[in-house]
């Protein structure tokens, strides 16, 4: 035999493995979507693009928002929330198909299962910090300077990449048994977008709305934080250490609740296959 | 990829055993579209069966030991290829265990992890990579995988575009080039040319030459005693006989031979 038996792969550490194989399936992702796509890279950030301008000018020139909340450049505000959100959909989206689309391989390989899902937020996350250059010309293009904030990014990032991969891990598994869900999450979605601080601020949100404290139940969403958390490179004023906290823990919290969801699950799964 | 230990138990089967199965059972869903509830899901690996499921495999236990060839053994819908994905790792016991001690190089649906639009070039790192492969051991074996699929000049064209005997033969040249202590086979080998299958058979011959554990499932008699030293019967999702191949292959012949009917019994999986 040769010197490339000198490592066996099993001798590897299990956490050297799974990072081997998450690196595999991530690239295999995106070269999938670039060699297929002339216009890979664009199609990733048409879509939160063209929703920003969409929002702009109902927003903006239609309805003449103001600037209550100081967000100002809107334009630019729109953008960098609507970048993140689609990193959050599309990993929601794509973990809800993750099985009957992957079924092939997940037949046929036996991988740590929480790779399949692991790999759409990687690749989508990826994906998403690759669109910040549209984020960039659009802050030279409206002349405004990031602040020291903006060194809170990797913050926001990590607690992304947790929140979504504690979502996808509840979603893949469900779907395969409720067809149904597919298309419920697709309605979650839209709904949380509306609710989420994507097209405006959170400090607009009313305290109660008739009887029903609406504030809180807003604040309660863990993706608030986050975007604070992004917004705060060009509007310090939106940096919220409680919502941060909030976002952190939720986080952490649907995470342990995908991890327990998705390892007792998974021999149901398999047996679908 | 491999220790599939899911289970509580791990009875060390011998010191040598590269594979032990002990009181290994799974069951399946009689009918896909029975009523399902929550519950149903989250409580898994409860011992008693529900109405309109059926144990696909119960009460099955073996050791293989390192450099044995085993024949699996059994009609369609005994349970042989659900053993078979279960040591591969691809599906996971509801009770007993399967404990791997060493790397599995499975020859299940393997072009499973081909991408249809990505070069062979590029499938050869992503699938041989899964299977735990690094960069550079697949560089170090990427011309011998070529070789042996006999598919020169068709490195950098879409693996959609291959011929459905191109992919399969690039496939199963991966898988056999991995390297791993064990190999596991399910009737892969019936696909490709008559030339390709004999240039197959001796790749594992050579294989098992060099010390390799095969696990083996087949309907051919011919592949099984051509292979195999041991074999194991299944039937009805139970392990009946454990024995030398001829003698399993004999009893099977008895029970289902060419002038006794079938029997009904056992229903399919």
């Given at each position: 035999?040769?010197?490339?038996?000198?490592?066996?792969?099993?001798?590897?550490?299990p956490?050297?493995?799974?990072?081997?194989?998450?690196?595999?399936?991530?690239?295999?992702?995106l070269?999938?979507?670039?060699?297929?796509?002339?216009?890979?890279?664009?199609?990733?950030i048409?879509?939160?693009?063209?929703?920003s301008?969409?929002?702009?000018?109902?927003?903006e020139?239609?309805m003449?928002?103001g600037?209550?909340?100081?967000?100002?450049?809107?334009?630019?505000?729109?953008?960098?929330?609507l970048?993140?959100?689609?990193?959050?959909n599309?990993?929601?989206?794509?973990?809800?198909?993750?099985?009957s689309?992957?079924?092939?391989?997940?037949?046929?390989?036996?991988?740590p299962?929480?790779?399949?899902?692991?790999?759409?937020?990687?690749?989508?996350?990826?994906?998403?910090?690759?669109?910040?250059?549209?984020?960039?010309?659009?802050?030279?293009?409206?002349?405004?300077?990031?602040?020291?904030?903006?060194?809170?990014?990797?913050?926001?990032l990590?607690?992304?990449?947790?929140?979504?991969?504690?979502?996808?891990?509840?979603?893949?598994?469900?779907?395969?048994?409720?067809?149904?869900?597919e298309?419920?999450?697709?309605?979650?979605?839209?709904?949380?977008?509306?609710?989420?601080?994507?097209?405006?601020?959170?400090?607009?949100?009313?305290?109660?709305?008739?009887?029903?404290?609406?504030?809180p139940?807003?604040?309660?969403?863990?993706?608030?934080?986050?975007?604070?958390?992004?917004?705060a490179?060009?509007?310090?004023?939106e940096?919220?250490?409680?919502?941060?906290?909030?976002?952190?823990?939720?986080?952490?919290?649907?995470?342990?609740?995908?991890?327990?969801?998705?390892?007792?699950?998974?021999?149901a799964?398999?047996?679908?296959? | 990829?491999?220790?599939?230990?899911?289970?509580?138990?791990?009875?060390?089967g011998?010191?040598?055993?590269?594979?032990?199965v002990?009181?290994?059972?799974?069951?399946?869903?009689?009918?896909?579209?029975?009523?399902r509830?929550?519950?149903?899901?989250?409580?898994?690996?409860?011992?008693?069966?529900?109405?309109?499921?059926?144990?696909?495999?119960?009460?099955?236990?073996?050791?293989?030991?390192?450099?044995?060839?085993?024949?699996?053994?059994?009609?369609?819908?005994?349970?042989k290829?659900?053993?078979?994905?279960m040591?591969?790792?691809?599906?996971?016991?509801?009770?007993?265990?399967?404990?791997?001690?060493?790397?599995?190089?499975?020859?299940?649906?393997?072009?499973?992890?081909?991408?249809?639009?990505?070069?062979?070039?590029?499938?050869?790192?992503?699938?041989a990579?899964?299977?735990?492969?690094?960069?550079?051991?697949?560089?170090?074996?990427?011309?011998?995988?070529?070789?042996?699929?006999?598919?020169?000049?068709?490195?950098?064209?879409?693996?959609?575009?291959?011929s459905?005997?191109?992919?399969?033969?690039?496939?199963?040249?991966?898988?056999?080039?991995?390297?791993?202590?064990?190999?596991?086979?399910?009737?892969?080998?019936?696909?490709?040319?008559?030339?390709?299958?004999?240039?197959?058979?001796?790749?594992?011959?050579?294989?098992?030459?060099n010390?390799?554990?095969?696990?083996?499932?087949?309907?051919?008699?011919?592949?099984?005693?051509?292979?195999?030293a041991?074999?194991?019967?299944?039937?009805?999702?139970?392990l009946?006989?454990?024995?030398?191949?001829?003698?399993?292959?004999?009893?099977?012949?008895?029970?289902?031979?060419?002038?006794?009917?079938?029997?009904?019994?056992g229903?399919?999986?």
């Amino acid at each position: 035999m040769t010197a490339s038996t000198a490592v066996r792969p099993t001798e590897r550490t299990p956490f050297a493995k799974y990072r081997h194989s998450l690196w595999l399936l991530t690239k295999r992702d995106l070269s999938v979507r670039y060699t297929t796509n002339a216009l890979g890279y664009v199609w990733s950030i048409l879509d939160p693009l063209l929703m920003s301008l969409i929002y702009f000018f109902v927003f903006e020139v239609i309805m003449h928002r103001g600037n209550k909340a100081g967000e100002d450049p809107y334009i630019l505000y729109l953008m960098a929330g609507l970048l993140p959100w689609t990193w959050f959909n599309s990993t929601i989206t794509d973990a809800a198909r993750v099985f009957s689309k992957e079924a092939k391989l997940v037949r046929s390989v036996s991988l740590p299962r929480t790779l399949w899902v692991a790999r759409i937020v990687l690749s989508k996350g990826i994906e998403y910090v690759a669109s910040l250059a549209v984020l960039a010309i659009f802050a030279l293009a409206t002349w405004t300077a990031p602040t020291p904030y903006a060194a809170w990014f990797p913050l926001g990032l990590l607690l992304q990449a947790i929140l979504v991969f504690g979502l996808g891990l509840i979603v893949a598994p469900l779907t395969v048994f409720y067809k149904d869900l597919e298309r419920a999450i697709r309605l979650i979605l839209r709904v949380l977008f509306y609710a989420s601080a994507v097209l405006y601020s959170p400090m607009l949100w009313p305290s109660h709305l008739g009887p029903i404290p609406i504030r809180p139940l807003l604040e309660a969403n863990p993706l608030t934080g986050i975007m604070g958390i992004y917004r705060a490179a060009f509007w310090p004023q939106e940096l919220d250490w409680t919502h941060i906290l909030i976002s952190a823990i939720g986080s952490l919290v649907v995470l342990g609740i995908g991890l327990l969801v998705f390892r007792r699950s998974v021999p149901a799964v398999l047996k679908e296959m | 990829m491999v220790a599939i230990d899911q289970t509580q138990t791990t009875r060390s089967g011998g010191a040598d055993a590269v594979i032990s199965v002990s009181g290994l059972g799974i069951r399946f869903k009689r009918n896909k579209r029975a009523r399902r509830t929550f519950k149903d899901l989250f409580a898994s690996r409860q011992r008693r069966t529900r109405p309109g499921e059926f144990w696909a495999l119960r009460n099955v236990s073996f050791d293989i030991r390192q450099g044995e060839a085993i024949g699996v053994v059994g009609r369609n819908g005994q349970g042989k290829s659900t053993l078979l994905k279960m040591i591969a790792g691809v599906l996971i016991p509801d009770e007993g265990s399967v404990t791997v001690r060493q790397g599995v190089a499975p020859l299940i649906e393997i072009t499973g992890g081909f991408v249809d639009d990505l070069t062979v070039r590029d499938n050869v790192y992503l699938t041989a990579g899964l299977h735990g492969m690094t960069k550079r051991q697949i560089d170090a074996k990427f011309d011998e995988i070529v070789e042996f699929a006999e598919i020169p000049g068709f490195l950098d064209t879409p693996y959609k575009h291959l011929s459905s005997g191109m992919k399969v033969r690039i496939a199963f040249s991966v898988i056999t080039q991995l390297d791993e202590p064990i190999l596991i086979v399910d009737e892969v080998l019936a696909v490709g040319d008559k030339a390709f299958r004999e240039k197959c058979y001796e790749r594992i011959e050579q294989m098992l030459a060099n010390g390799r554990t095969m696990f083996f499932v087949s309907h051919s008699e011919r592949d099984l005693k051509r292979f195999c030293a041991r074999g194991l019967y299944l039937k009805a999702g139970e392990l009946v006989m454990d024995g030398p191949i001829d003698d399993v292959i004999d009893r099977y012949n008895d029970d289902y031979g060419m002038n006794t009917l079938p029997p009904v019994e056992g229903d399919a999986a």
